[in-house]
């Protein structure tokens, strides 16, 4: 057995530093060498204590410490940071700049134009989706079961009829003597228990009745439309068209 590796073993009974060096007639240094480099101890203490700055360290913590050594002013950096707060370009500049809205609504979209403070943007962005834990195919799978999404998924409707009755609870007839029918319908929500509700963008009880309003399935259907040909018609040589509802309608009619 070596001698760092008997040393550490004294190390781990309880001898200082000191007395280690004294019974094997070392320095300290060479001693505290050891301890550095070949004590498991000590290498487990450095493994946890890098793990635990990068466990602390977040993705977005990081990049803006990167922002501040920058190329961009302090005003510039400043400007970054408030425009991924609010999206806003002419806002931003005015909270950042204190300048009156007219020249902000020129002087904010220019900057917003400027190439590094575009680069730092995407960067603190893509640093916020690593904390998030998001990526693109999470976006555009959110994307896909907006476009997918039907009314039918969350409401229940139908039809009945009902017989026309007087106050005496006979059955009033019409002018040929049938009985007087009324069509009704009804509409009620699913439970929600059975439903995926991510496609859901708001639901009440308005005064006629249930309500539920759907993200936009068009938009929805468009921003996969340009995803796939943008990430995957140039590649693979596939084109992907926009379908217009609007034309096929008209098209349908001309030949009905």
């Known amino acids: 057995m070596k001698k760092y590796e008997e040393a550490e073993q004294d190390y781990k009974d309880g001898f200082s530093l000191a007395d280690i060096a004294q019974k094997y007639d070392v320095s300290v240094g060479t001693v505290r060498s050891w301890k550095s480099r070949h004590w498991t101890t000590n290498v487990a203490t450095k493994t946890q204590r890098v793990a635990k700055n990068v466990a602390v360290t977040k993705p977005t913590e990081k990049a803006i410490d990167e922002l501040s050594d920058s190329e961009l002013t302090d005003k510039q950096k400043a400007f970054v940071l408030e425009y991924l707060r ?16 007219k020249t902000a609504f020129v002087t904010g979209p220019r900057l917003l134009g400027n190439v590094r403070v575009q680069n730092e943007i995407k960067r ?3 640093a916020k989706l690593q904390e998030l834990g998001v990526d693109a195919f999470d976006l555009m799978e959110d994307m896909v079961i907006e476009a997918r999404a039907d009314i039918g998924d969350f409401i229940d409707f139908g039809k009945y009829d009902m017989l026309n009755v007087d106050f005496d609870g006979d059955v009033k007839l019409d002018t040929e003597d049938n009985p007087e029918v009324f069509h009704k319908s009804w509409l009620q929500f699913k439970d929600k228990d059975k439903l995926d509700t991510k496609p859901i963008k708001a639901m009440r009880i308005g005064k006629d009745g ?12 468009q921003a996969l439309l340009e995803y796939l040909n943008k990430n995957i018609g140039d ?6 068209i926009g379908f217009d509802r609007r034309k096929a309608d008209a098209e349908r009619s001309e030949t009905s």
């Open 210 to 221: 249930p309500v539920v309003e759907l993200h936009d399935r068009n938009k929805a259907r």
């Open 124 to 126: 603190l962005r893509k």
């Open 235 to 240: 590649g693979d040589n596939v084109q992907i």
């Open 86 to 101: 609010i999206s806003n370009a002419t806002q931003s500049y005015i909270n950042v700049y204190d300048v009156d809205r």
